[in-house]
């Protein structure tokens, strides 16, 4: 009872601490992962087994971390060191294409195409900031895309607002179209035991309909406020151009992408899992950055990765006392076995709580109690899984602090001097995300159901 | 004369915007305060007001920081005016700026001479009621509520504390010589300075 107790207070006491925001997560998530080792698994179970388990690196080790054959992926119980490798691997991948200025290239070359003109940008943009969450994580694009999107407004006198705010929402709608593309998925494949086709096939088909219903919405409704008629630029008149100072380092940072998208798509048959997939790429990108690799490697975002390691602790606590299976057992009892209600508590759920807390922890947590359901209720475990991501990922576009991207546009648009207020975003966004994850609970009923 | 920069900091009603207005008059020097904020509005082709409402204050309500990106507008303003005064700054202009933690954000220039004008409440109050045709208790709570954000402004984003005499050059109290007077004792004395 006592480290229930505790595994309790130290999670609702970290999530404050994250919701307040004013320390670093990462040391409020070590702090309260190491305060779970002393008090839940220590003084409460006094079970240095438990304690072993969640730290779970004797998995690191073990052959079919990094090679798993067939369909089965890793799984670890406790801290999920697939994830945190794969994220960290990725991390010098898109270090290194930032370096080579890939994305800067690629926006303008859009853009390009587009013919600079304001509308078509701000669907090209649209599709673009999806295709790319999809592979890349979000804050990366939203990064680029945002600064691009300003640079261009300011050359072309339109408002790059609504523009920021559609492409901030079709990044985390891209990102749950994948197992790369948002770090609660990463987490539910490892954990769960599913490839990136799985997420595709399932998540992604979801995605791809929300996508063609908010593109259509958000051009419908903003296409008005992108431009005045009399603020028209001739596109002849507008040069803007990138050119690439290492074309060598361009042309390898693309071809390591461009790998790093085949081992994930194929990965499922290769039996190469995705920490291998995070290693390699990483391997590849300081192999091929000589001079300039550690450089690449300081500018990783460690403090991601540490936020991780603590957070999966807590959740550890959590799932070592039996809390989250009590959570589940609510569920159960207040849907009343049925698979309908079920899945909307999930999804909804998951929304709301995403809109307003990280999205990160969230979903770490309702592993368990989603695993806790299936196997009480019988519902199928992986509709479970494909809800919660969905509603996880898409959720986090509701608030100004729901996901990482969010943030980081908000921010860019800011330092900018386009401030956009909690107001003016929810404004914009709100509708967006309640039509979406309507649109996804349909399709989850007619799918699965 | 080499660079010279004038940070003013004020209370509420302590006539510390007149001063700096003077004394960029009588130095020939451009004086910034809210208009550096029409300045980027008109480059990015917004309405001022929306920036202008969220100026001087600390980030309030649910935020969240991302790799040292944060979701406040409150401190995306606030950083967007420290760039503003920073890159004036650097490129060697002399200037009075009037708040915006300023004797912070450009403590490490040479040429920087901070100012805090305080002064006494009555003063301060019938300054306010004059200016804005209030009532004592209507410029009171207006006066208490200004200083309050402007404290908790500058106490957020600035290594010291808002007006804490051992972080600025200079601390005067208007209400002593009247602000006209304040502002001419002022001028003598920087200018000695700056002519040093």
Same mark, same amino acid.
């Given at each position: 009872?006592?480290?229930?107790?505790?595994?309790?207070?130290?999670?609702?006491? $970290?999530?404050?601490?994250?919701?307040?925001?004013?320390?670093?997560?990462?040391?409020?998530?070590?702090?309260?992962?190491?305060?779970?080792?002393?008090?839940?698994?220590?003084?409460?179970?006094?079970?240095?087994?438990?304690?072993?388990?969640?730290?779970?690196?004797?998995?690191?080790?073990?052959?079919?971390?990094?090679?798993?054959?067939?369909?089965?992926?890793?799984?670890?119980?406790?801290?999920?060191?697939?994830?945190?490798?794969?994220?960290?691997?990725?991390?010098?991948?898109?270090?290194?294409?930032?370096?080579?200025?890939?994305?800067?290239?690629?926006?303008?070359?859009?853009? %390009?195409?587009?013919?600079?003109?304001?509308?078509?940008?701000?669907?090209?943009?649209?599709?673009?900031?999806?295709?790319?969450?999809?592979?890349?994580?979000?804050?990366?694009?939203?990064?680029?895309?945002?600064?691009?999107?300003?640079?261009?407004?300011?050359?072309? %006198?339109?408002?790059?607002?609504?523009?920021?705010?559609?492409?901030?929402?079709?990044?985390?709608?891209?990102?749950?179209?994948?197992?790369?593309?948002?770090?609660?998925?990463?987490?539910?494949?490892?954990?769960?035991?599913?490839?990136?086709?799985?997420?595709?096939?399932?998540?992604?088909?979801?995605?791809?309909?929300?996508?063609?219903?908010?593109?259509?919405?958000?051009?419908?409704?903003?296409?008005?406020?992108?431009?005045?008629?009399?603020?028209?630029?001739?596109?002849?008149?507008?040069?803007?151009?990138?050119?690439?100072?290492?074309?060598?380092?361009?042309?390898?940072?693309?071809?390591?992408?461009?790998?790093?998208?085949?081992?994930?798509?194929?990965?499922?048959?290769?039996?190469?899992?995705?920490?291998?997939?995070?290693?390699?790429?990483?391997?590849?990108?300081?192999?091929?950055?000589?001079?300039?690799?550690? %450089?690449?490697?300081?500018?990783?975002?460690?403090?991601?990765?540490?936020?991780?390691?603590?957070?999966?602790?807590?959740?550890?606590?959590?799932?070592?006392?039996?809390?989250?299976?009590?959570?589940?057992?609510?569920?159960?009892?207040?849907?009343?076995?049925?698979?309908?209600? $079920?899945?909307?508590?999930?999804?909804?759920?998951?929304?709301?709580?995403?809109?307003?807390?990280?999205?990160?922890?969230?979903?770490?947590?309702?592993?368990?109690?989603?695993?806790?359901?299936?196997?009480?209720?019988?519902?199928?475990?992986?509709?479970?899984?494909?809800?919660?991501?969905?509603?996880?990922?898409?959720?986090?576009?509701?608030?100004?602090?729901?996901?990482?991207?969010?943030?980081?546009?908000?921010?860019?648009?800011?330092?900018?001097?386009?401030?956009?207020?909690?107001?003016?975003?929810?404004?914009?966004?709100?509708?967006?995300?309640?039509?979406?994850?309507?649109?996804?609970?349909?399709?989850?009923?007619?799918?699965?159901? | 004369?080499?660079?010279?920069?004038?940070?003013?900091?004020?209370?509420?009603?302590?006539?510390?915007?007149?001063?700096?207005?003077?004394?960029?008059?009588?130095?020939?020097?451009?004086?910034?305060?809210?208009?550096?904020?029409?300045?980027?509005?008109?480059?990015?082709? &917004?309405?001022?007001?929306?920036?202008?409402?969220?100026?001087?204050?600390?980030?309030?309500?649910?935020?969240?920081?991302?790799?040292?990106?944060?979701?406040?507008?409150?401190?995306?303003?606030?950083?967007?005016?420290?760039?503003? &005064?920073?890159?004036?700054?650097?490129?060697?202009?002399?200037?009075?700026?009037?708040?915006?933690?300023?004797?912070?954000?450009?403590?490490?220039?040479?040429?920087?001479?901070?100012?805090? &004008?305080?002064?006494?409440?009555?003063?301060?109050?019938?300054?306010?009621?004059?200016?804005?045709?209030?009532?004592?208790?209507?410029?009171?709570?207006?006066?208490?509520?200004?200083?309050?954000?402007?404290?908790?402004?500058?106490?957020?984003?600035?290594?010291?504390?808002?007006?804490?005499?051992?972080?600025?050059?200079?601390?005067?109290?208007?209400?002593?010589?009247?602000?006209?007077?304040?502002?001419?004792?002022?001028?003598?004395?920087?200018?000695?300075? &700056?002519?040093?």
């Amino acid at each position: 009872m006592f480290s229930s107790i505790m595994a309790i207070t130290i999670f609702v006491g $970290m999530f404050v601490f994250i919701v307040w925001d004013k320390y670093p997560k990462h040391y409020v998530t070590l702090i309260c992962g190491a305060l779970t080792s002393i008090f839940v698994f220590g003084i409460g179970m006094r079970s240095f087994h438990a304690f072993e388990e969640t730290i779970a690196l004797g998995g690191v080790v073990k052959p079919s971390f990094w090679y798993a054959a067939g369909e089965h992926a890793e799984q670890t119980a406790g801290v999920n060191w697939a994830t945190i490798i794969f994220l960290w691997g990725m991390m010098v991948m898109v270090e290194g294409m930032s370096e080579a200025g890939f994305f800067d290239w690629l926006c303008i070359k859009i853009a %390009k195409i587009a013919n600079f003109e304001p509308k078509r940008i701000f669907v090209s943009f649209m599709v673009l900031s999806a295709i790319l969450a999809m592979f890349i994580d979000s804050i990366t694009v939203i990064l680029f895309l945002a600064a691009v999107t300003i640079r261009l407004a300011r050359t072309l %006198k339109f408002n790059p607002i609504p523009v920021i705010m559609a492409e901030i929402f079709c990044a985390n709608l891209g990102g749950s179209a994948t197992m790369c593309g948002d770090p609660p998925n990463i987490i539910i494949g490892t954990s769960l035991g599913y490839s990136f086709a799985d997420f595709v096939v399932n998540t992604g088909a979801i995605a791809l309909v929300s996508l063609v219903i908010i593109i259509v919405y958000f051009y419908f409704s903003m296409r008005n406020r992108l431009q005045d008629p009399s603020d028209k630029v001739d596109p002849s008149s507008v040069n803007m151009d990138v050119t690439i100072s290492n074309m060598k380092e361009f042309i390898t940072a693309t071809v390591i992408f461009g790998i790093a998208v085949v081992l994930l798509v194929t990965h499922a048959m290769t039996g190469l899992t995705v920490a291998f997939i995070g290693v390699f790429i990483a391997a590849l990108t300081i192999g091929a950055a000589g001079s300039k690799a550690i %450089k690449l490697l300081k500018r990783v975002d460690y403090h991601t990765l540490l936020f991780f390691i603590g957070l999966f602790v807590v959740v550890g606590g959590l799932e070592q006392t039996g809390v989250l299976v009590v959570i589940a057992e609510f569920i159960a009892k207040v849907s009343g076995g049925n698979a309908y209600v $079920m899945l909307a508590i999930i999804l909804w759920v998951s929304a709301v709580a995403s809109a307003f807390i990280d999205n990160i922890p969230f979903s770490a947590t309702m592993i368990p109690v989603i695993s806790s359901l299936a196997a009480t209720t019988g519902v199928d475990l992986s509709t479970m899984a494909w809800t919660l991501a969905v509603g996880t990922d898409i959720g986090g576009s509701m608030t100004p602090i729901g996901a990482s991207a969010n943030v980081v546009g908000i921010s860019t648009a800011g330092k900018e001097g386009y401030p956009i207020s909690w107001g003016t975003y929810c404004k914009e966004l709100v509708p967006g995300t309640l039509i979406v994850l309507a649109v996804s609970m349909v399709c989850i009923f007619v799918r699965y159901l | 004369m080499g660079q010279f920069i004038i940070t003013i900091g004020r209370e509420y009603g302590s006539g510390g915007h007149r001063i700096a207005t003077i004394l960029a008059e009588k130095f020939g020097v451009p004086m910034y305060d809210r208009n550096m904020l029409d300045q980027l509005a008109e480059k990015n082709g &917004i309405a001022s007001e929306e920036l202008h409402k969220h100026e001087e204050m600390k980030r309030r309500g649910l935020t969240r920081t991302v790799r040292g990106f944060s979701s406040s507008v409150q401190d995306s303003i606030a950083q967007l005016q420290f760039d503003f &005064i920073r890159e004036k700054a650097e490129s060697g202009e002399s200037f009075v700026v009037v708040g915006r933690c300023s004797d912070d954000v450009l403590r490490n220039y040479p040429g920087m001479i901070s100012v805090f &004008i305080c002064g006494r409440e009555e003063e301060k109050t019938r300054r306010i009621c004059d200016l804005y045709k209030l009532n004592k208790i209507e410029a009171k709570a207006k006066m208490l509520r200004h200083d309050k954000n402007r404290k908790a402004y500058h106490n957020y984003y600035s290594s010291m504390k808002w007006g804490d005499s051992r972080g600025y050059d200079i601390c005067i109290n208007s209400s002593l010589l009247g602000v006209d007077e304040t502002a001419e004792a002022l001028y003598v004395l920087l200018k000695n300075k &700056i002519e040093q």
